[in-house]
């Protein structure tokens, strides 16, 4: 019946959600194996504008996050781990845009599952108490737009809930990725000072 043409709409727009967000978390979490070794050499050489510039060339968001920090060199070890902070805030937050539309989805699809069943019902009893006879086949049609519709709904909420899991996931690994090497960077501050 009708109902299905939103859960339709749903699904694409799930569908839509998940593929944007795959492919920008995907891209935003990759790191270059070298990247903290780069900084490192650069910061024990004491090039401080080289290793902004090379933050500046990689596209990533670690690299966002320790240029932050080395914009705020010279400041106490606490001032840049608040600049580090902040800046991985923002990048959590672009991440995660959009998430909670996906969410919603899981949860709206299986109502409007339900809507179908109880249209699907009404449209049933309506035809039974005009027909002058009942025939199993408009009780059987009736019965069928509930079931199909009803597992639409469920099946549309099953796939964007395993979908907006599997974004969290990869997010939670992202920022894992991003506190470990932040704090390899803050490491890496200390360095020179223990050296001297």
Not at 15 to 24: A, M, T
Not at 92 to 113: C, D, Q, T, V, W
Not at 148 to 154: F, H
């Amino acid at each position: 019946g009708y109902v299905m043409y939103p859960i339709l709409f749903l699904f694409t727009a799930a569908l839509f959600l998940f593929i944007e967000r795959y492919l920008y978390i995907r891209k935003t979490s990759r790191i270059d194996e070298n990247f903290l070794h780069n900084i490192n050499e650069l910061l024990l050489a004491g090039n401080i504008q080289g290793a902004v510039t090379y933050c500046k060339n990689s596209k990533f968001p670690i690299a966002n996050l320790l240029e932050r920090g080395l914009g705020r060199l010279g400041s106490p070890i606490r001032d840049i781990e608040d600049a580090i902070e902040n800046k991985a805030k923002l990048e959590i937050y672009n991440m995660e845009k959009n998430l909670g539309i996906l969410s919603s989805i899981a949860r709206i699809a299986p109502m409007f599952g339900f809507l179908g069943t109880v249209t699907g019902m009404i449209r049933t009893f309506h035809n039974i108490s005009t027909s002058n006879k009942i025939e199993i086949s408009t009780i059987a049609s009736g019965i069928y737009e509930k079931m199909v519709t009803s597992a639409s709904g469920l099946i549309v909420g099953i796939i964007a809930y395993v979908m907006y899991t599997l974004l969290t996931t990869m997010i939670d690994r992202s920022i894992n990725k991003m506190e470990i090497v932040a704090m390899d960077f803050i490491d890496l501050l200390h360095k020179p000072a223990n050296k001297k």
